[in-house]
């Protein structure tokens, strides 16, 4: 008897070793708190517990250099993860479509949810106090399971650390636990499309 895992579900994990860089990018995230109204207005108006610049600013590379260094890192960890997930490219790159900031407050979560229009999204995360929440992984198959009995590890949790860098394929259904630490947690969440 022969049993196969087949289509694999593929979850790329690394770290930015740049210390500097995550305390400019701290740095850079808690001031864009502070001075984005629009960031702030939709953060209230949609209940997000702390503060994003999701519908807010489109240009974070652009605007602050900090986040300019940080594209440079994941248009390199973005390629290995396209690599090894075997994507067809026709020579092409993928490219970022969209970078946003997170600063998420304590008791602050974000539900489980997946990036249309994307190919590879991600998160990195900047400021991680313990207790601050994993990023919590749905098994895909989760829905078409109709009627089969319950099973092991329909979700997986990734616990990340100050400089780790996430990536999936933008399909996976994914969400942030609640954040029980006592202080704030900083993250940058992007997509990638062909």
């Avoid at 008897?1 to 740095?27: C, K, N, Q, W």
């Avoid at 001031?31 to 629009?38: G, N, R």
């Avoid at 440079?72 to 970022?96: I, M, P, T, W």
Wanted: with cysteine; glycine share 8%.
């Amino acid at each position: 008897m022969a049993v196969r895992s087949l289509f694999p579900t593929s979850f790329y994990e690394d770290r930015i070793h740049d210390e500097s860089l995550i305390g400019e990018l701290d740095a850079s995230v808690r001031a864009l708190a502070m001075d984005d109204v629009a960031g702030k207005r939709w953060s209230k108006a949609h209940g997000y517990r702390g503060y994003t610049s999701y519908a807010s600013l489109d240009d974070l590379p652009q605007r602050d250099p900090a986040f300019a260094d940080l594209k440079r890192h994941l248009d390199r960890h973005v390629a290995r993860f396209a690599d090894a997930c075997g994507f067809q490219l026709g020579g092409r790159r993928l490219k970022l479509d969209s970078l946003w900031v997170n600063l998420l407050r304590p008791g602050g979560t974000h539900s489980g949810h997946i990036h249309p229009h994307s190919v590879v999204s991600g998160t990195t995360y900047i400021t991680v106090p313990p207790g601050s929440g994993a990023l919590r992984l749905e098994d895909p198959r989760l829905g078409l399971m109709m009627a089969a009995p319950p099973r092991d590890n329909v979700f997986v949790y990734a616990e990340p650390a100050a400089g780790s860098i996430f990536l999936w394929e933008s399909w996976l259904r994914h969400e942030v636990m609640p954040n029980t630490a006592k202080s704030d947690r900083i993250s940058i969440s992007f997509n990638y499309r062909w």
